[in-house]
């Protein structure tokens, strides 16, 4: 999952490709590197790191060009350093990748034999000489039909030429892709969001077709190299302004933002006036869907295990909850009466996308629930329910995941009513309780000193466990999957009646375990199996909401009181400590919070 720019322009274009790969460092911050051409040959400066490293480089200070590519790169082949750094030329030809090239093992035993030498570990580099030698014989459109053709597996490229100083070749199979138009000068990019601030003006190419980029027109192709046409579209062009203010890291600034994101999403969906939810145009009817399957990664596959609670609790419909990366390639039984909801932030993550592609392909009914409206997910879905949380910036995602199961609960309350499960009375008074959350969410943020503190024991530990049982179950996944992203610390999330089946085994004397047992139907449950880990010498943080009944248990090592709402909507408040537990604990390590080590914020390959 990489970034990649190309500019051809009439003026010198390393500066701004600089400014584009800084926007793009959301796919990716292990290397950065660009390419230009200038009187006849190919410059290349690559560096370890972020795009702030390669900036600081003389070379690109100082570099001419007016045809260019640029690249960030999230390591899949080989190291991630500068030598591994993309762009990767030979003499003749630099390309940039976004993807994996499958046979690349192959390839470049047949090149190595054709006496071509390789510098770098990636599977990229096969490209760069595979067109080499297709040059040799063809020209250039038949050379890149020739490599295209033989390469297996997922791409976006960039490719500029030294004999051509007014052409960026762009090609897509799997990766997203898209064209952008300027005066004077037109562009490629992974996505709109790099191109905006020089554009509004875009086209997406499909898998399999690849494009010609001159400064005054472009050309594009489908996969047998015949010319065809391509809509332009006019994205809005207000570019979203988004800086961290008075915060020290993106993602503190995000967490706090939250009121606004559920208010928000509040404003778009519930229409007041009709004390009804504002989704009146889905495009199925009733008795068409008798079935859900959500499928997501991440933080978005725990959306969907949460939804899947709320869709059982407020409909009869049958729910799956399926990981994108395990639905696309498992024998899925397609069903016509089924709806399947894919939810991501980004819109972009590949093994999402793929999952939609292949219910696409299969002619199925498909929903995204997603944050970024231009995404490949958003685009190629039948139906789409934004989220509305405006733009994440900090890797790990924190208002996108209330923002999306805020949309995936207010989708349960509607389906709910529609189907005739929810009788309109319950319905009303949920929709009243709901109108409420972002005044409950605000109160609940001002817990903080005392996560501060706690989050000292966390860091000192070898490991940690997060435990919940039915609504709080997924809220626990989440809360050790932001400990482990954040802080590198092992954290579990376990449905807390399973501990006796195995994971109890890791308890020892000291061992810091995050119990969250709101007074909902399974508090008690969750009571008994807290005291099991209590006396096995665990350190129990219990989160719970505040209530008139005391806590009838002894030996909790801390307790945290959320505010009160109705069940359904526990799950919101009690994301907030573990949110915060993971942000003071990254923060007393010293760790970079918005771009932990090994991640990206958009997950573009499989
Ligand atoms: C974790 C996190 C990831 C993403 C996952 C899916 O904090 O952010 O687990 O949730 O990579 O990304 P999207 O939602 O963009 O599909």
Sequence with gaps: MCGIIGINSNKSVSATIINSLKKLEYRGYDSAGIATLSNGLINEVKSEGRVDNLEKNSIVQNMEGNIGIGHVRWATHGLPNSINAHPH??????VVHNGIIENSTLLKKFLLARGHKFKSQTDTEVIVHLITENLKTENIIDSIKKTLKALHGSFALG?????????????????????????NENYLGSDSYALKSMTNKITYLNDGEFCIVK?????FFNDDGVKINKKVLELSSEEEKYDKGEYKHFMAKEIEE????????????????????????IPWKRDEISSITLVGCGTAYHSCLMAKYWFEELTSLDVNVDIASEFRYKKNRFKKDNLYV???????????????DLCNKNNMKTCAVVNVIESSIARDS?????????????????????GQILILYILALKLGLLRGDLEKKEFSKKLSDLKNLPKLIEETLLIDNKIQNISYTFNEAKGSMFLGRGFSYPIALEGALKLKELSY????????????HGPLALIEEGMPVVVLAPRDNYYKKTISNMQEVIARGAKVLLITNKSKDEIVSENIWETIEVESTNEDLLPFLLTIPLQKLAYYSALKKGFDIDKPRNLAKSVTVE
Excluded: W
């Design 215 to 219: 400064k005054n027109h472009v050309e």
């Design 159 to 183: 490719i500029i030429f030294k004999d051509q100083p007014d052409l960026i070749v762009g090609a897509r199979r799997g990766s997203p892709l898209a064209v952008g138009y300027g005066p």
């Design 489 to 500: 610390i092992h954290a579990e999330g376990y449905p807390a009646g399973e501990m006796k």
């Design 342 to 356: 894919f939810v991501s932030q980004s819109g972009e993550t590949a093994d999402t996308y793929a999952a939609l």
């Design 382 to 402: 039948e139906f789409v329910l934004p989220i509305h949380c405006g733009i994440e910036i900090g890797v790990a995602s924190t208002k996108a995941f209330l």
């Design 258 to 281: 939250q009121p606004l994101t559920i208010k928000n999403g509040i404003d778009e969906y519930i229409d007041t006036a009709n004390n009804d939810i504002n989704i009146y145009n």
């Design 89 to 94: 030329s030979s003499q003749n030809v630099s």
